[in-house]
């Protein structure tokens, strides 16, 4: 039985979202196809009609984020990518800095929940990955007043207090301290961009 490009595509769109939030759950390395197959409700030998290896499945898993469950997240946060000014910037920050993103594990940017496999992992997983940061900043950027001079820098530096300070955050067993890392890099970002 043959199925339609529509089914297949939707099927793909399903293992890929399924491995996104295994990956954030367990890591690259705790995650099998078994399980991520088994997770999505279809069988292993089915993998490979859309996949060549985890390899490619991590790095499709890393970049879907930006346009699917990172697209859902922004929206929640009211950040409007199309209307990039000041206030896109506070609610991209408010919203990457919150508590509920830092809770919400399977939800997680890659770029939080993933770094250290992405590190380890081959060039087009680590392609995906800067692809994300490369989106951060470019809002930051684009938010930014055309006539401030080093709109980049100040870009580069509130995606790294962004994400540092979540990924530090979610690594910190004090609770106390993971939130006073959070607060800070929060304060901070707000700062650089003079919020």
């Not at 929640?76 to 199309?82: C, P």
């Not at 910190?172 to 707000?190: N, T």
């Amino acid at each position: 039985m043959s199925y339609t490009k529509e089914h297949k595509q939707k099927t793909r769109q399903l293992i890929v979202e399924t491995a996104r939030v295994l990956f954030n759950r367990h890591g690259f390395a705790g995650v099998t196809i078994n399980m991520v197959m088994a997770e999505a409700g279809l069988t292993r030998g089915g993998f490979y009609n859309h996949f060549k290896s985890k390899d490619e499945l991590f790095s499709e898993a890393v970049s879907s984020f930006l346009m699917g469950r990172g697209a859902i997240w922004r929206a929640e946060a009211g950040v409007d990518v199309s209307k990039p000014c000041r206030e896109t910037a506070r609610h991209m920050i408010e919203g990457y800095l919150s508590k509920e993103h830092l809770g919400d594990r399977d939800g997680q940017c890659p770029m939080i929940a993933l770094p250290s496999d992405v590190a380890r992992a081959n060039p087009q997983v680590q392609g995906a990955y800067q692809d994300l940061l490369l989106a951060m900043t470019s809002l930051f950027e684009q938010s930014l007043e055309s006539g401030d001079q080093p709109c980049r820098e100040k870009a580069l530096s509130v995606a790294a207090l962004c994400v540092g300070g979540m990924v530090l955050s979610r690594t910190l067993p004090d609770s106390s301290l993971a939130e006073e890392v959070r607060q800070a890099a929060y304060a901070q970002a707000r700062r650089v961009i003079n919020l």
